[in-house]
């Protein structure tokens, strides 16, 4: 079987334009978009193996080739709001009737939908391939347990974000006059924040997070915490995932879903889970049902 570097972009945005602009007029922009990154695979040596929805599929016979065009999509200047994601591994694939089948497919496909908008994921297997000058561009986001894969994949990240921000915490601190009957403390950086029934917590690299934290493996808007119904929920919305350490040293991880958390324990934003790592928030729960 042939062996290339096949990429899937995916256009982030277009549900909403569909609902602000109407069917007819969303499907002719998006129809456009799609005709410009056909172009930028091309451009860069690739194969366009079909477009359909959202979304492109190619291949290439270099990574170098394949994350090229990836990067011009993310970086370029789309209107309506609309962004790309993308992601890209290199494999042996089967080329039947037009159209391309395998593992490989399948690991582009799932990398693709774990990226963020504005950001292209690639596995070892790509990384390893790269020209040392690209391998600087991009970020580690550690070890990921793919679907369909037996041993996790070492995943890196190109981003059009910055990720030099400063870690700043934004929401107001926790004061001893504020009732705490019921809902929960968390401490990070010297600093320390209640929150009670009704009330959220948002974490990640933007500054728009309540709590931001500007490492790399740490996504844009990573998770969001809060107090619904007296219970309280963490909910991952990352790439990299979360992993939650109760006190017991059970150790849950979360990796785009929501779970309920009791008692006290810590959160880790992204993988990297121990004494050593900085991004580790402790938590507290004050008379919240137990899960």
């Given at each position: 079987?042939?062996?290339?570097?096949?990429?899937?972009?995916?256009?982030?945005?277009?549900?909403?334009?569909?609902?602000?602009?109407?069917?007819?007029?969303a499907l002719e922009k998006i129809s456009q978009m799609l005709e410009r990154m056909r172009e930028m695979v091309e451009a860069q040596g690739g194969t366009c193996v079909k477009s359909?929805?959202?979304?492109?599929?190619?291949?290439?016979d270099q990574p170098e080739q394949a994350f090229a065009a990836a990067w011009d999509m993310i970086n370029e200047a789309w209107s309506d709001g609309l962004s790309i994601h993308a992601g890209m591994y290199m494999g042996a694939?089967?080329?039947?009737?037009?159209?391309?089948?395998?593992?490989?497919?399948?690991?582009?496909?799932?990398?693709?939908?774990?990226a963020k908008s504005g950001e292209v994921l690639l596995g070892d297997s790509t990384f390893d391939?790269?020209?040392?000058?690209?391998?600087?561009?991009l970020l580690p986001i550690g070890q990921l347990q793919l679907k369909g894969k037996a041993d996790p994949t070492r995943v890196y990240s190109g981003s059009v974000q910055d990720f030099n921000q400063q870690t700043v915490v934004s929401i107001?601190?926790?004061?001893?006059?504020?009732?705490?009957?019921?809902?929960?403390?968390?401490?990070?950086?010297?600093?320390?924040?209640?929150?009670?029934?009704?009330?959220?917590?948002?974490?990640?690299?933007?500054?728009?997070?309540?709590?931001?934290?500007?490492?790399?493996?740490?996504s844009r808007k990573h998770a969001q915490i809060a107090i619904r119904h007296h219970q309280l929920e963490y909910?991952?919305?990352?790439?990299?995932?979360?992993?939650?350490?109760?006190?017991?040293?059970?150790?849950?991880?979360?990796?785009?879903?929501?779970?309920?958390?009791?008692?006290?324990?810590?959160?880790?934003?992204?993988?990297r889970a121990g004494p050593d790592s900085p991004c580790a928030i402790a938590f507290i729960t004050h008379n919240l049902s137990v899960r």
């Open positions: 079987m042939p062996v290339a570097c096949v990429l899937m972009a995916d256009i982030s945005g277009s549900t909403k334009l569909y609902d602000l602009s109407g069917n007819a007029n359909q929805g959202d979304d492109v599929l190619s291949y290439f694939f089967l080329n039947h009737e037009n159209d391309i089948y395998g593992d490989v497919v399948n690991t582009a496909a799932r990398l693709a939908s774990l391939m790269l020209e040392p000058e690209t391998r600087m561009r107001r601190p926790a004061s001893d006059d504020r009732p705490r009957a019921q809902g929960a403390e968390f401490s990070f950086g010297g600093r320390s924040w209640h929150i009670a029934e009704g009330e959220t917590l948002s974490i990640g690299r933007s500054s728009e997070n309540d709590i931001v934290i500007a490492e790399a493996w740490v909910s991952d919305h990352s790439s990299s995932g979360s992993v939650v350490q109760l006190s017991d040293g059970k150790q849950i991880t979360v990796h785009r879903r929501a779970t309920l958390l009791s008692g006290s324990g810590i959160i880790f934003a992204g993988t």
